[in-house]
């Protein structure tokens, strides 16, 4: 008897372990979604509960686009950064902007580098609003906009670099060359730092008592770091993409995209936990955790041919729960960092550009928005305010200012649905690379709207030209095109339509 009671204890033990609480942090704004993935420990959970449908409130017209944020700030501001830059034709914007929570413009900030913040965005208990640009500046502004100060870093500060803070309120951002840079609250340095080959497009997540920074090496290995920028331990695994997850225990998760393939639970002394193959895991996202400890992420599923892009979820001892496949035609792909709800609920989007959708907790599809009208993507997170709104900041696949609709409020309400008929389509049009990620030939097709001159050029992520696929004369119509990137190594790349006054383009993945 006494021993059946002991069992019983300590499986009521696990599973009450499993439980997940908000970590305090008084460096912090105490707002509904004060930074990208939602607090220092990257949970991605919010304590609200999400929309339930796909009902769009309103939109703003954010004419370059948007890429890094909303986050939410007090009295519910919505604070964001542009999108367009594209070097290869010299166009750029660098606007930081501040909407309040109705849609209505409150104000902007001009960086005045030609570079856009594209970075992840922080807000701290002073209101002061953190974000880096690609013109290799952190910038701090007070909450009407105006700048408090800014510090030059030694190279840009790359696409969603998410900032992080610490209890002292000290600021953590890495920049394109890898480095970790720790900055006080007034705009000097406490030091920068880097090992092996760097961070490059990582970002630092803090231990729940904020006196360990966890940071993925460039190529392979976490890294666990103290305060003052020294080596704690390393944990050798292979390349962690972007960052980890760390929950109310202190237990990290992340999943490597080369070398293993695992998704990985490790203690906070760097011990392995618990590791996990069952399908192919994926890292161009971040894990979200929600209030029971269950883990979500990306991965690819390999049940069969096509390989499709999947959602998988796993208990917090490392227990296989289900997995969401996307298998629609469109052939989805999700890079950005992955959100929950106070219930459990997913909420991720196309980063190339179809659609949005929310996944319930137990694995089936809760709704799915279109995005495909505005040729739209989604390269951040949403942010869910206190009242179920979900924010998103999305922003086209081409490269074209006057976008619209890039600013969008989701909420449950019966009084205002989604108006088909006002639903646009561009008369020119450039289709997802299929398949996607690919090895090494795909299929790229497009769409010309009126005879003329038709370019279509792949690029590499730097903007150096690979290959012209077209070069010639188009009638009006649709037309298929394919690229074989056998003599390429394994990669991002970018292939861009220009037709006429047009300039469509898209990203596509070569896995060798």
Known sequence: MIKKIMIILLLTTLNYAQQQTDIPWPTLANTDWPMIKHDPQFTGRSPYKGPQTPTIIWTRDLEDGIFSGPVIGDEGYLYFGTYYDYPVIQA?????????SAGNYVWEYNLGR????????????SNTIYFGSLDKYLYALNSDGTLKWQFETSASIVELAIPNIDLQGNVYITNGLGRLYSIK????????????????QRSPVFSPDGNTIYIAGRDSNLFALNLDGSLKWKFSCGNIIKAPVVDTYGNIF??????????YSIFSSGQLRWKKND????????????????????????????????????TNTGGFRWKYIFNDEESDDFWQPLICDSEGTVYVGSTFGYNYYAISSDGTLKWKLP??????????????????????????TSLVTNQAKTLIAIKDTSAVSVDENNITINEYSLSQNYPNPFNPTTTINYTVKENGLVQLKVYDILGNEVTVLVHE??????????????????????????????ILNRKMVLMQ
Request: with cysteine.
């Open 371 to 396: 995005l495909e009208f505005n040729n739209q993507q989604v390269d951040n997170t949403g942010a869910i305010s206190k009242d179920g709104t979900l924010y998103l900041g999305v922003h086209n």
């Open 114 to 125: 030609n570079r856009p913040p594209q970075s992840g965005i922080l807000i701290d208990s």
């Open 185 to 200: 609250p007034n705009g000097t340095l406490n030091w920068d730092t880097t090992y092996e080959n760097g961070f490059f």
């Open 279 to 314: 399908i192919y895991f994926t890292t161009r996202t971040v894990p979200t955790i929600d209030k029971e400890g269950n883990i979500y992420t990306m991965a690819i599923d390999t049940a069969c041919c096509p390989y499709y892009p999947a959602v998988a979820s796993f």
């Open 473 to 502: 004369e188009k009638q009006q119509g649709s037309y298929s095109v394919t690229f074989n990137g056998s003599n390429l190594s394994s990669g991002v790349y970018i292939y861009t339509l220009r037709a006429n006054k047009y």
């Open 92 to 100: 750029f914007s660098d606007y930081f902007y501040c909407y309040d």
């Open 254 to 263: 992340f999943s490597t995209l080369s070398g293993d393939y695992y998704f």
